[in-house]
């Protein structure tokens, strides 16, 4: 399996401007994560589906912050408008649901740059 | 104060060190603790994976868990270069609609 594929790796945009992040998680893996990391507050999480379902979504900073999981081998995650404070490190992470939550396998991430 | 606590670092060894890495936590319902380990400009990956109060051990690796003071440790040995990473720690506890709770992580830089 390739794992857990973002895109794109790099967005550099400009402030008021949409921005999407794509997820494709491993093949058969029921949970899915949105992360973000910044080196002022580490690794948070944003939103996490069950079986494309959204479970959790009180990570979510505003409501300029969207994810939607329309199947179950591909998710997104929006930013509209898009502020130089969203700046950070996104990483999509999916996990089987025989092992919970824990054991979970990130993707390589989406470095955003707003400027 | 936050759930789960981790020194920031960074933390500098040279090669063949001990090194001693920990986290302290709030929530006496967390059984599970997990350390995962992401090098520069890549996602994190699991290292090691505790239940409960005891110590585990892999290779150079051992994880050890205090549940009564509420703190976990990683402990390496023979410390190598390729061990130069950021070490998160991650805690779980299993209860539906609950997920992992990251600390912040900790800055390694083993030197040759």
Same mark, same amino acid.
Request: hydrophobic fraction near 30%; charged fraction near 20%.
């Given at each position: ?28 893996? @029921? +949970?899915?994560?949105? +992360? ?12 996490? $589906? ?5 479970? @959790? ?5 505003? @409501? ?9 081998? $591909? ?14 490190? +996104? $990483? ?9 939550? @824990?054991?979970?396998? $990130? ?9 | 104060? #936050? ?16 090194? *001693?890495?920990?986290?302290? !936590?709030?929530?006496? &319902? %967390?059984?599970? %603790?997990?350390?995962?380990?992401? !090098?520069?400009? #890549? ?12 110590? #585990?051990?892999?290779?150079? %690796? /051992? &994880?050890?868990?205090? #549940? *009564? *003071? ?15 990473? /950021? ?26």
């Amino acid at each position: 399996d390739a794992g857990v594929i973002q895109s794109p790796r790099h967005e550099v945009t400009e402030m008021g401007q949409e921005v999407t992040l794509r997820c494709k998680p491993i093949s058969g893996h @029921d +949970y899915l994560f949105w +992360y973000r990391q910044t080196m002022m507050r580490g690794l948070e999480l944003l939103i996490y $589906f069950n079986n494309n379902v959204p479970i @959790d979504d009180s990570g979510m900073p505003e @409501d300029r912050f969207s994810a939607k999981m329309p199947n179950a081998s $591909f998710s997104t995650l929006k930013i509209q408008p898009s502020e130089p404070r969203d700046s950070a490190v +996104y $990483f999509c992470a999916s996990s089987l649901e025989a092992e919970l939550t @824990d054991t979970q396998y $990130f993707g390589p991430g989406t470095r955003l740059t707003v400027l | 104060q #936050k759930e789960v606590e981790q020194d920031p670092g960074p933390l500098s060894v040279p090669e063949g060190a001990i090194v *001693s890495l920990n986290c302290t !936590y709030s929530n006496s &319902a %967390f059984q599970y %603790f997990m350390w995962y380990r992401q !090098y520069s400009r #890549k996602g994190p990956e699991l290292l090691m994976y505790t239940y409960s109060s005891g110590n #585990k051990e892999d290779g150079r %690796f /051992t &994880a050890q868990v205090d #549940k *009564s *003071s509420k703190y976990i440790s990683l402990f390496i040995r023979d410390s190598q270069p390729s061990d130069s990473a /950021t070490y998160l720690c991650a805690m779980s506890a299993r209860q539906a609609g609950t997920a992992l709770i990251f600390g912040k992580g900790t800055t390694l830089s083993v030197s040759s």
